[in-house]
């Protein structure tokens, strides 16, 4: 059963850290979302790529959210420096690349900055 | 703009009743339609999916969802919903020719025995 996997799944530190979460897409899928939930807001995309290349990224906050996939198989979300708003779950998705096909979730990291 | 609408925050039924969950959306053209399930803890999961023919679309765990243009509307259906569907549902909206997808804000459905 391929599933998407997330990693960590939990993560707690203070102001100012680098925090860096990682995703594992579905060995096949070429096409990899980030996404953010909150009580607030909702579920939010970030950024998504194609083929490693970003093709979106104009919801994530660019002078702490960076976006990358070093390789097909993982994708890295990493803030720096966090702040108590970035307190939210991050859930990756990873879909086949065919227009507005099914994502598959991830569990999500649940990240609390203190 | 795109939008999905889902009207009811928070849904309350017993065990055994019937649902129905809500979900309107504003696309200029036929758009591509979801709805996803999300239990505690968890990430989203694929109920069904509408692209085009049949607008009363089968899912899984029971659901279906009938897609009217009309109404511009995507109603998520179950007959006789079970304690373990408690989660939340989110309608989603895709254009089709990106792979962007725009969620509602969710419905929250507690199920009582």
């Known amino acids: 059963d391929a599933r998407v996997t997330q990693t960590p799944r939990d993560k707690v530190t203070e102001m100012g850290q680098e925090v860096t979460m990682r995703c594992q897409p579905i060995?096949?899928?070429?096409?990899v979302f980030w996404y953010r939930q909150t009580m607030m807001q909702g579920l939010e995309l970030l950024a998504y790529?194609?083929?490693?290349?970003?093709?979106?990224d104009s919801g994530m906050p660019k002078d702490r959210f960076s976006a990358e996939m070093p390789d097909a198989t993982l994708a890295t979300l990493k803030i720096q420096p966090s702040e108590p708003r970035d307190s939210a779950v991050y859930f990756c998705?990873?879909?086949?690349?065919?227009?507005?096909?099914?994502?598959?979730f991830g569990p999500g990291t649940r990240l609390t900055v203190l | 703009a795109q939008s999905v609408t889902q009207p009811d925050i928070h849904i309350t039924v017993s065990e055994g009743a019937s649902l129905e969950l809500r979900c309107n959306y504003s696309y200029g053209a036929t758009p591509y339609l979801f709805w996803y399930v999300q239990s505690p803890g968890q990430g989203l999961q694929l109920l069904l999916k509408?692209?085009?023919?049949?607008?009363l679309v089968q899912g899984i765990k029971g659901f279906e969802a009938e897609f009217k243009r009309s109404q511009s509307s995507f109603n998520l259906r179950k007959p006789s919903v079970h304690w373990s569907d408690a989660a939340e549902y989110f309608c989603?909206?895709?254009?089709?020719?990106?792979?962007?997808?725009?969620f509602g804000t969710g419905t929250r459905l507690q199920v009582f025995p």
């Open positions: 060995l096949g899928h070429n096409t």
């Open positions: 509408y692209f085009s023919g049949d607008t």
């Open positions: 790529f194609r083929n490693r290349a970003p093709l979106d």
């Open positions: 989603a909206v895709g254009p089709g020719n990106t792979d962007k997808l725009i």
């Open positions: 998705a990873s879909g086949s690349g065919q227009g507005a096909d099914t994502q598959y």
